[in-house]
């Protein structure tokens, strides 16, 4: 069947610009997570839903990033006035539930000129 | 919070030969360990995982130990093949305070070559 999706796959915005980008998690699956991963770097946790509600947000760096589940399926990772520095691959990942395997989606590539 | 080191940050190995990666991690709460290949514009993929009851499993050409005491884990591929070629992460899972978060924590991943 068919993966973990996110659009769009390549964004560049221009620094104090709004994104957004989309996650679409695997059908059935309850859990979803968000990670950003640097250049050279480990994915870093964001942010997980359990269902429509965050069940724990402390990842996210600061209150210019949120993200909302409102039907507890597809995903969006909103970020205002966007920074150089917030330039990174978004990774989504989902599970059947919060404790089961991780599966990625392929990323979405954010370049903040 | 947890703090995974991972080693080496590169890796370059001839075909055929073994590899050894290892990582090393803070938080004895941890208690789910897997490891995660990433081949380049595509998202990690779990290749194999070992629970904390567990001291070692394999799976085929891959294999991945675990000193809970030491609190350190290795992947060991054997017989390499140029499509092993990758960046390979290793991670750890915690639960939160309140006992439903299930993230993973990276390591920095380490790149390896395998030379045909």
């Known amino acids: 069947g068919a993966g973990v999706s996110q659009t769009p796959s390549n964004k560049v915005t221009e620094k104090g610009k709004y994104v957004e980008l989309r996650c679409d998690p695997i059908?059935?699956?309850?859990?979803l997570y968000w990670y950003r991963q640097s250049l050279g770097q480990g994915p870093e946790f964001l942010i997980y839903?359990?269902?429509?509600?965050?069940?724990?947000d402390s990842g996210l760096p600061n209150d210019r990033f949120f993200a909302v589940r409102p039907e507890g399926s597809v995903s969006t990772l909103k970020i205002q006035r966007t920074e150089r520095g917030d330039s990174a691959v978004y990774l989504c990942?989902?599970?059947?539930?919060?404790?089961?395997?991780?599966?990625f989606g392929p990323g979405t590539r954010l370049t903040v000129l | 919070g947890e703090n995974v080191e991972q080693h080496p940050s590169t890796l370059s190995v001839q075909e055929g030969d073994s590899a050894v990666i290892k990582c090393t991690y803070s938080?004895?709460?941890?208690?789910?360990f897997p490891w995660y290949k990433q081949e380049l514009g595509k998202g990690p993929q779990l290749i194999i995982d070992?629970?904390?009851?567990?001291g070692e499993k394999k799976d085929q050409r891959i294999a991945v130990t675990l000193n809970k005491t030491a609190k350190h884990f290795s992947l060991h591929i054997t017989e390499t093949q140029p499509e092993d070629s990758a960046v390979y992460f290793c991670?750890?899972?915690?639960?939160?305070?309140?006992?439903?978060?299930?993230?993973?924590?990276f390591g920095k991943g380490t790149l390896l070559t395998v030379n045909p």
């Open positions: 990942a989902s599970t059947v539930q919060g404790n089961g395997e991780q599966f």
């Open positions: 059908s059935g699956h309850t859990a």
């Open positions: 839903f359990q269902g429509t509600g965050a069940a724990d």
């Open positions: 938080d004895s709460a941890s208690n789910y």
């Open positions: 070992i629970r904390s009851n567990v």
């Open positions: 991670a750890t899972k915690e639960l939160s305070s309140g006992g439903s978060n299930y993230k993973l924590t």
